[in-house]
């Protein structure tokens, strides 16, 4: 096994763990089995074991008990006091993972009482935290035939809505219009963190169209807007792998 | 019954006997739930409590179930019955239960199956959790939308049917040859996947997460709760199973020693489990950067979505070690899931019944269940379920049981009894743990599962499903027991 090594703590739970289950299914198994422990540990000229041994389930206790007061001070020696992970909660190992970032851009379409559209994008990197920007441009207001009235006719903004959902299920939402004088729409979400769900495989990220402004004239709805064109921005910070080390192999 | 008239049943040798009540006691719990429960109570030292609780309470049921089996040689609605006849519906009531559990359980080993075939082309690419969630499950919003269902499921849930259907039909001389498979089979896939994890950088990290004992995690008393219903459900224990199986032993076969090999080797592939899942998500933590806390899960998210990330992310090996591990799924649960329906069938057929029709009517049953539970609202009925019946269902009988054993029957005859044949003898202390500690216990688990659903509820679920999908179909199961023991009241 590769790596910092497990600490003195870790090797006597595995060992004292290990001692207790599977010494005592073999012990009971030799049972079932009519094998003589006691004729084994005599081969092995092991005569103070063998005597306390055959003094019952006490003494047998006592030889586990025992073996494990030999081991374990042995371990403590060979594996020494200050090993394994120092700290057992967070272990991002800086000096073969560096931070780096990256830009994903998603572009679709979102039409008015459609369904939601999916904008999660395709990353495969195990992110730490993303920031999401969705920016569109509302359509310019289109003529009407003949164009008396045009001059008046205003596009009304378009409203989206911005959804994420975790991985772990907690979802944020926002949902905002465009200014109607430059026409231009943005909706930011983030930094949200790997902590708070996971990573981005689990993520759904989603854009909707609450409401698309029709075209408005002094009287008349000129023209209906269906929807808008929008792009996704999400940049993400994730770990590297630095240039050098290796990842592990099997 | 005589043993001459059911001599065909009886097992030809105590191996077999002994693979079919490990197979069956250890399930998947053993990989996807206590090394959750070690990582998030106390690590290594978990064990402490998990140990005690075997010994006062796993060890002690276990015997008792073997024991009662062996004692009246009949299934257990019957066995309770030969105690006191108004006691029969808690023996029906239990194999009842054991059914609708492995009804659900059998969608779980489709899982496995369906993700068998996936992994030599990594099926769920960059979005396991999606994956999962949208093409295996086709999960719905909520209990009340059915959802849609994956044909490549619904093809494993009736294959997995097919394949009990063909161990449970041939009945006790069948079950003795597949176990020689099927027990065996995970424990070598497992070391097999041990070969390959622990040499994964970062492998110690998450080792280390398993083993390091924080000690005041026991000052905790939910943690010695955790324990106890961890060794409840571990060794598989009040679903009929063990009374059914014993029932076919011989006269002069052992009770206690075979109770501690059984729990003594379903626990050590739990612990081996751990050390399994924990070097692959340390490799999984360290190649993404991120703490342990952030990959560590338990259930099917375990199985389905953070494994299925881990296999994607190995340097090597992807297909091979994906197959291998929900193959060792696959034979971890098979094994359990036909111990359940055979006692079931066993029941029946010592109630009187046609054994082969009586096995092909359960396992048609059990298989439609199972397709509803495949489903997209399914998988939340799933949950419900399995919280009640569990949780609710399973630990009542167990209570039942030992109020049965140590106050309608006398435990000092029972303990005789068992003695008589047993390599190993048990004396007050197992009366004491019977009358007193694991009842007691079982009932404080019960009550604060009640308090906790009365209170907070279950995961957001609306009222009404907990009720039609918990607290009514176990009333109801309770008073089909009544029936069915009126309806079958066997003979003395």
């Not at chain 1, 299914?25 to 000229?45: C, G, Q």
């Not at chain 2, 083993?211 to 961890?230: G, H, I, K, S, Y």
């Not at chain 2, 055979?342 to 199972?370: H, T």
Request: proline residues 4%; glycine residues 12%; contains cysteine.
């Amino acid at each position: 096994m590769a790596g910092t090594g497990l600490s003195f703590s870790a090797w006597a739970v595995a060992t004292t763990a290990g001692l207790i289950i599977y010494g005592g299914t073999i012990y009971f198994v030799s049972i079932a089995m009519k094998w003589r422990i006691d004729h084994m540990l005599e081969r092995l000229r092991l005569g103070i074991v063998v005597s306390t041994w055959r003094k019952g389930f006490h003494g047998q206790v006592a030889v586990f008990g025992v073996v494990l007061l030999v081991l374990l001070p042995a371990e403590a020696v060979v594996i020494g006091p200050n090993a394994g992970p120092a700290e057992p909660h967070r272990y991002v190992p800086p000096d073969k993972f560096v931070e780096s970032q990256d830009l994903a851009q998603v572009t679709g379409t979102s039409t008015e009482g459609g369904d939601a559209v999916d904008a999660t994008p395709d990353v495969t990197a195990q992110i730490l935290e993303a920031n999401l920007t969705l920016q569109w441009v509302d359509d310019d207001a289109r003529e009407p035939p003949g164009g008396r009235l045009g001059l008046t006719a205003k596009n009304k903004p378009d409203t989206l809505r911005l959804t994420v959902k975790l991985a772990g299920g907690e979802t944020t939402s926002r949902e905002a219009a465009n200014d109607p004088t430059t026409r231009n729409g943005e909706i930011k979400i983030g930094p949200l963190e790997a902590s708070q769900g996971g990573d981005l495989n689990g993520w759904s990220i989603t854009v909707e169209c609450v409401s698309a402004g029709d075209v408005q004239g002094r009287l008349f709805t000129y023209a209906q807007d269906t929807g808008n064109a929008w792009t996704l921005y999400v940049e993400y910070t994730f770990m590297v792998k630095a240039a050098g080390n290796s990842t592990g192999g099997a | 019954m005589a043993d001459e008239e059911k001599g065909e049943d009886l097992w030809s040798g105590r191996l077999g006997f002994l693979l079919a009540a490990i197979g069956s006691a250890i399930g998947l719990g053993a990989v996807w739930r206590f090394p959750y429960l070690a990582y998030e109570y106390g690590g290594g030292a978990f064990l402490i409590p998990f140990l005690i609780a075997l010994f006062v309470s796993g060890i002690p049921l276990m015997i008792l179930e073997l024991g009662v089996g062996k004692t009246f040689r009949t299934s257990a609605p019957f066995a309770f019955m030969r105690v006191n006849r108004k006691m029969a519906w808690v023996g029906w009531a239990t194999l009842m239960i054991g059914f609708v559990i492995i009804s659900y359980y059998t969608v779980v080993l489709a899982w496995s199956l369906v993700y068998m075939f996936y992994s030599p082309s990594l099926a769920w690419g960059s979005n396991p959790q999606g994956f999962f969630d949208n093409e295996v499950l086709h999960l719905s919003s909520g209990p009340g939308a059915i959802g849609g269902i994956s044909i490549a499921v619904l093809v494993m849930v009736i294959f997995t049917w097919i394949v009990i259907y063909l161990i449970v039909v041939k009945g006790i001389k069948m079950v003795s040859k597949v176990v020689m498979l099927t027990v065996p089979a995970p424990y070598i896939l497992m070391t097999v996947l041990a070969f390959f994890s622990l040499r994964l950088k970062g492998a110690d990290v998450g080792l280390e997460y398993y083993l390091r004992p924080d000690f005041q995690a026991l000052m905790n008393p939910e943690v010695w709760l955790a324990a106890f219903a961890m060794i409840f459900f571990a060794l598989s224990l009040s679903t009929g199973v063990m009374i059914a199986y014993a029932s076919r032993l011989e006269r002069k076969a052992d009770v206690v020693n075979n109770s501690y090999i059984v729990s003594f080797l379903d626990i050590g592939y739990a612990f081996f489990a751990g050390v399994v899942v924990f070097s692959t998500l340390g490799y999984m933590a360290s190649a993404q950067g991120v703490g342990m806390a952030d990959v560590v899960t338990g259930g099917p998210g375990l199985a389905f979505a953070t494994y299925p990330t881990a296999i994607s992310m190995l340097p090597s090996g992807r297909a091979t070690f994906g197959v291998l591990f929900f193959l060792m799924l696959f034979t971890l649960g098979i094994d359990s899931a036909f111990a359940s329906i055979e006692a079931v069938a066993l029941g029946l057929k010592d109630a009187g019944l046609n054994y082969k029709r009586v096995s092909l009517a359960i396992c048609v049953l059990g298989g439609g269940l199972a397709a509803l539970f495949a489903t997209g609202g399914g998988y939340h009925w799933f949950w419900i379920v399995d919280n009640f019946f569990n949780e609710v269902g399973i630990v009542t009988m167990g209570i039942l049981e030992c109020f049965i054993i140590g106050y309608l029957y006398d435990p000092a005859n029972f303990v005789r009894d068992v003695n008589e044949t047993s390599e190993l003898h048990i004396g007050k202390f197992w009366i004491y743990c019977i009358k007193y500690v694991t009842p007691g216990i079982l009932a404080v688990m019960l009550v604060a599962k009640l308090i906790q659903t009365a209170t907070t509820g279950f995961e957001g679920y609306p009222l009404w499903s907990l009720l039609a999908g918990g607290l009514l179909p176990l009333i109801v199961i309770g008073f089909l027991g009544v029936y069915m023991s009126r309806r079958w009241p066997g003979r003395d």
